[in-house]
């Protein structure tokens, strides 16, 4: 039951931590190019996939 909680904490933190560096690099895209915000995150999105990958 313990370690259910501990990862269920982890994966909460890893969530946080990903909005947060979606949102600069969110910010940075609009600063370079005016794209659409959807557009931004989708780009984001696959970024992650590739370094995942």
């Known amino acids: 039951m313990k370690m259910k909680k501990k990862i269920v904490i982890m ?7 990903c909005n947060v560096t979606a ?14 915000e959807m557009e931004a995150e989708v780009n984001i999105v696959m970024q992650n996939a590739k370094i995942q990958r």
Request: glycine share 4%; aromatic share 4%.
């Open 11 to 17: 994966g909460f933190l890893l969530m946080v931590l």
């Open 23 to 36: 949102c600069t690099q969110l910010k940075t895209a609009k600063e370079m190019e005016p794209v659409t």
